[in-house]
C-alpha cells in the first residue's frame, strides 16, 4: 500500500553531551542554545558550578553561597561591598541549605549525598570546618545518600537544627550540643525547604507533593506535627515576611506562588507568574525573597531568567528584571537585590573536548563544566518605577515575547514518526554540511560515519538553528517529550551526572521506582504533562517504542508482562513491550526489527498510529567495557545505518 503523507523528525538530544557552535557566537552576544538572549542588569560576580542558594551573614557584609554543580560542590563566601570570592570551600557533596545560628558564630550547610550536615565556625566573616552532624541511622548498614538533607533553619532560641530530609520524606530534628538527630517527623514526598516562625512554628515544602507541612513547639523542648497546607503542585522555595504572620511559597511547575497566613495556616492568596500570554508553565519561580519593608516580593524566574517583583498590598505583578541564565537564589543586603543565577553567562563552543578515541581534559569542556554560575547585584532603584517598567520591556525582548505571531499553518501530514536519539548536538554530526550553519571543527561524526544522517538532513531539512533548552539527556528527554523541564530536573541532574548522589529520576523513574505503582507523582514531571497527555487529550492514535520505559520487571506487581513498559499510565498502555529502552548492550539495530515488524503489521491492517515515539539512543556511545564491545564511531555508524530503513515517505 501506498503510505499517507508521512513527517519522520530525528531530533537529537541538542546539549546532551557538549555545548554546540550555535550556543555562542560573536555576532550574538549573550545568545543562549534556548533561543533566548541575556542582558543581566547591574554588576556580576563569576562563581563556581550550579550555586543554588545565598545566605545572608547576620552582619549582612558576607553571603554565603551553595554549589551544587557537576564541577564540584561545597561554598563560597563573598564580600558583599568588595563584590568579591573570599573564601571557596569545597565538600564531598552539597545541596540547597545553608544557615547561621542564632549568634552568628555557627555556619550549617547541607551535606547532600553524605547525609551530614557541615558545621562551620564563623569568625571575621570566614568559615572553619569545625565537624559535622551525622543523619545516617545508627546500626548497619550504613549507606550514604538515603536522608540528602536539603533545606534547613536553627531553632530560635539555637538548641536544634531542622533539615529537610531529601530523600527520606521527613524532617530531623537535630539537637546540636551533642550532635545527634533527636527526633524524625513525616512530610509530603522529597521535602525541599524549611522557615521557623520567630514564635517557633516550622514550616517544610515539598518538591514531589502538594503540602507544606507544619510543626509548633510542644512545650517541651520540641515540635510536634499540627497538619498541612495545601500550597500548590510540588511546593519549593519558601520565605517569610520579617514577623513571621506571611508564608510565601513557589509552585515552580505552576507559574504560582501561595500567601499564607501563618496564625491561621490557611492560602489566603496566590500570586499569578506566568509569562504574558504564556501557559501556566514556563516562568519557573524558584526563589523567593521580601523586602526591608515587607511590600514586595521578588521572585527569581528560572525560565525567564529575570526576577519578578510583586505588589504584597495589591498582590499584583510590578514588572521584571533581567538577570542571567537561570537564577536560582534572591536575597535582599539593605538597599541591594542578590541574585544567584545557576548558569551564569551561558555556554560556548567546546572544541577543547577530546575527539572519539583521544584523551584530554574532559572536565572544562564538558557540558555540565562550561556553566558557572554568577552573582548579580541590583540597585532597588532598578525595581521601581520607570526603571522597573524598562526592564520589564526588556525581558519581553530578550525572551521574544514581543514579537508578533502568526497563525500556525501545519503540513498536511497524516502520520508523525518522531525519533529521539541520544547526546549529539547538530555540529557534531551534521556541522560538515556545507548547507546549514554549522561548526566543523566541532565535528564528531563526519558524513563517511553517519551518511544517512547526512542524506536525510539534506532531504528533509537541517534544523541547524533549532534551539531547546537541555545540557545533558536528563533535561533532554523532558525538552523532546514536554517541552520543558521542570526546576526538580534543572537542581538534581548535576549531582546525579556528577558525585552528589540520587537515582536517575528523569525518565519516569524516581528513587529507582515508577511513582505511579506507589500512588505517587513523579516529583520530575511537567505540570502540564508530555506529548503522549497531548494526544491522548486530543483524542490521537499513539505508540510508543523505547522512550519513557522501564524494565518490565520494575516495581511490586508481580504479574507484570516480560520486556519493557511505560513509566506513566498512559504511555505504558501504548508502548511496544518488546521494544527496548536505553541500553548499550543493544543495538540500534535490534530496536529497528522490532519496530518494522510491527511497522508491517500496521500497513497491511491500514492502521498506523497517526504518531509514533521511537528512541534510537546508540549514538550516546560509551567508552566499550570489553573488546567485543562496538567503538565509539562504530556505534554512530550504527546508528546511522539504522537510521535509513525508517520509511521517507514523498519528498516534500
Same mark, same amino acid.
Given at each position: 500500500?501506498?503510505?499517507?503523507p508521512l513527517?519522520?523528525?530525528i531530533?537529537?538530544?541538542?546539549g546532551s553531551?557538549?555545548?554546540s557552535?550555535q550556543?555562542?557566537?560573536?555576532a550574538?552576544?549573550?545568545?543562549l ?5 541575556l542582558a ?5 560576580l563569576?562563581?563556581?558550578s550550579m550555586?543554588?542558594s545565598i $545566605?545572608?551573614?547576620p552582619?549582612g557584609?558576607?553571603?554565603?553561597v551553595?554549589?551544587?554543580?557537576w564541577?564540584?560542590q561545597?561554598i ?12 571557596t570551600?569545597?565538600q564531598?557533596a552539597?545541596f540547597?541549605g545553608a ?6 558564630r555557627?555556619l550549617?550547610?547541607s ?11 564563623w569568625?571575621e566573616?570566614?568559615?572553619r570546618?569545625?565537624d559535622?552532624l551525622d543523619?545516617t541511622? %545508627?546500626?548497619p548498614p550504613r549507606r550514604?545518600?538515603?536522608?540528602? *538533607?536539603a533545606?534547613l533553619a536553627?531553632?530560635p532560641d539555637?538548641r536544634f537544627?531542622?533539615?529537610?530530609e531529601?530523600l527520606?520524606?521527613s524532617?530531623a530534628v ?6 545527634r538527630?533527636?527526633?524524625r517527623?513525616a512530610? %509530603? ?14 514550616y517544610?515544602?515539598?518538591w ?8 509548633r513547639?510542644n512545650g517541651s ?6 497538619g498541612t497546607i495545601p500550597?500548590g ?5 519558601l520565605a517569610?515576611d ?6 510565601f ?6 507559574d504560582?506562588i501561595?500567601?499564607v497566613d501563618?496564625?491561621?495556616n490557611?492560602v489566603?492568596a496566590?500570586l499569578?507568574?506566568?509569562a ?8 519557573t519561580p524558584?526563589?523567593l525573597a521580601?523586602?526591608v519593608d ?6 527569581a %524566574?528560572?525560565?525567564n531568567?529575570a526576577?519578578s ?11 521584571r528584571?533581567p538577570v542571567g541564565?537561570y537564577?536560582t537564589?534572591?536575597?535582599?543586603a539593605?538597599d541591594t537585590l542578590?541574585?544567584?543565577?545557576g ?7 567546546n572544541?577543547g573536548?577530546?575527539?572519539p578515541g583521544?584523551? #584530554? ?6 557540558t555540565?563544566?562550561? !556553566?558557572p554560575g554568577?552573582?548579580s547585584?541590583?540597585?532597588?532603584t532598578e525595581?521601581r518605577?520607570a526603571?522597573?517598567r524598562?526592564?520589564s520591556?526588556?525581558?519581553a525582548?530578550?525572551?521574544n515575547?514581543?514579537?508578533?505571531r502568526?497563525a500556525?499553518?501545519?503540513?498536511p ?6 525519533i529521539?536519539?541520544?547526546n549529539r548536538t547538530y555540529?557534531q554530526?551534521l556541522g ?5 550553519? #554549522?561548526?566543523t571543527?566541532?565535528?564528531?561524526f563526519?558524513r563517511?560515519i553517519s551518511?544517512n544522517h547526512h542524506?536525510?538532513?539534506e532531504?528533509f ?9 537541555a545540557?545533558v539527556s536528563?533535561d533532554g528527554h523532558?525538552w523532546?517529550?514536554g ?5 526538580y530536573?534543572e537542581k538534581?541532574? *548535576? ?6 548522589g ?5 525518565e519516569?523513574e524516581n528513587r529507582?521506582? !515508577?511513582?505511579a ?9 511537567p505540570?502540564?504533562?508530555y506529548?503522549?497527555?497531548?494526544a491522548?487529550r486530543? #483524542? !490521537?492514535?499513539?505508540?510508543n517504542?523505547?522512550?519513557f520505559v522501564?524494565p518490565?520487571?520494575?516495581g511490586e ?5 516480560p520486556g519493557?513498559?511505560?513509566t506513566?499510565?498512559y504511555?505504558d498502555a501504548?508502548?511496544?513491550t518488546?521494544?527496548p529502552g536505553?541500553?548499550l ?6 530496536r ?6 510491527e511497522?508491517?503489521?500496521y500497513?497491511v ?8 515515539v521511537?528512541h534510537?539512543?546508540s549514538d550516546?556511545?560509551?567508552g566499550?567495557?570489553?573488546p567485543t564491545?562496538p $567503538?565509539?564511531t562504530?556505534?554512530s ?7 535509513r530503513?525508517?520509511?521517507s515517505?514523498p519528498?516534500p
Open positions: 500500500m501506498r503510505l499517507p513527517a519522520v523528525l531530533p537529537l538530544l541538542f553531551a557538549h555545548a557552535a550556543q555562542s557566537r560573536p550574538e552576544p549573550g545568545r542554545p534556548t533561543g533566548v538572549s543581566p542588569v547591574g554588576a556580576s563569576g562563581l563556581g550555586p543554588l $545566605t545572608l551573614s552582619d557584609r558576607r553571603a554565603v551553595v554549589l551544587s554543580g564541577r564540584g561545597g563560597q563566601v563573598v564580600d558583599v561591598h568588595r563584590h568579591a570570592v573570599v573564601q570551600l569545597l564531598p552539597a540547597l544557615a547561621f545560628a542564632p549568634d552568628g555557627t550549617y550547610v551535606g547532600g549525598d553524605r547525609d551530614v550536615v557541615y558545621r562551620y565556625d569568625r566573616g570566614l568559615a570546618l569545625r559535622s543523619l541511622p %545508627e546500626g550514604h545518600g538515603v536522608r540528602y *538533607p533545606g536553627p531553632s539555637g537544627l531542622y533539615v529537610a531529601n527520606a520524606d524532617l537535630v539537637d546540636v550540643a551533642s550532635g538527630v533527636v527526633d517527623l512530610t %509530603e514526598r522529597y521535602p525541599y525547604d524549611v522557615r521557623v516562625t520567630p514564635q517557633g512554628a516550622v517544610v515544602s515539598a514531589g507533593g502538594h503540602t507544606v507541612s507544619v510543626f513547639p523542648g520540641r515540635i510536634e506535627a499540627v500550597a503542585r510540588h511546593p519549593s522555595a517569610l520579617r514577623d513571621g504572620t506571611r508564608l511559597v513557589a509552585s515552580g511547575s505552576t504560582r501561595a500567601v501563618t496564625r491561621r490557611e489566603v496566590q499569578a507568574d506566568p504574558p500570554a504564556g501557559p501556566s508553565e514556563g516562568s524558584d526563589a521580601v523586602s515587607g511590600r514586595r516580593l521578588f521572585v %524566574e528560572a525560565d531568567n526576577v517583583v510583586f505588589d504584597l498590598e495589591g498582590d499584583s505583578l510590578l514588572g528584571v541564565w537564577p537564589a534572591v536575597a535582599v539593605g542578590l541574585v544567584v543565577n548558569k551564569g553567562l551561558g555556554s560556548a563552543p572544541p573536548l577530546p575527539q583521544q584523551r #584530554g581534559n574532559r572536565a572544562p569542556n564538558y555540565l563544566g562550561q !556553566i554568577t552573582l547585584w541590583i540597585a532597588d525595581a518605577g526603571s522597573l524598562g526592564h520591556e526588556t525581558v525582548r530578550l525572551n515575547w514581543d514579537r508578533t502568526t500556525p499553518s501545519y503540513p501530514f497524516e502520520h508523525v514518526i518522531y529521539i536519539k541520544e555540529d554530526v560538515d554540511l556545507p548547507e546549514g550553519d #554549522g561548526d571543527s566541532l565535528v564528531f563526519p563517511p551518511p542524506a536525510l538532513a532531504r531539512g537541517t534544523f541547524d538553528r533549532f534551539f531547546v533548552n545540557e536528563a523532558n523532546s517529550m517541552a520543558y523541564a521542570s526546576d530536573v538534581t541532574t *548535576p549531582s546525579n551526572y556528577g558525585s552528589g540520587r537515582s536517575y529520576d528523569y519516569g529507582g521506582w !515508577i511513582p505503582d506507589q500512588g505517587a507523582e513523579d516529583a520530575a514531571e505540570a502540564n504533562g506529548l503522549w497527555n497531548l491522548q486530543a #483524542g !490521537i492514535t499513539f505508540r517504542y523505547g522512550e522501564a518490565g520487571g520494575m506487581v508481580e504479574d507484570l508482562p519493557y513498559r511505560g506513566k499510565p504511555l501504548h508502548t511496544n518488546d521494544f536505553f541500553d548492550g543493544i543495538q540500534d539495530r535490534t529497528v526489527e522490532v519496530w518494522l515488524k511497522f508491517h503489521e500497513e491492517r491500514g492502521s498506523l498510529p497517526a504518531l509514533e521511537m534510537l539512543p550516546h556511545t560509551s566499550p567495557p570489553g564491545w $567503538t565509539t562504530s556505534r555508524a550504527a546508528s546511522s545505518k539504522r537510521s530503513r525508517a520509511p515517505g519528498p
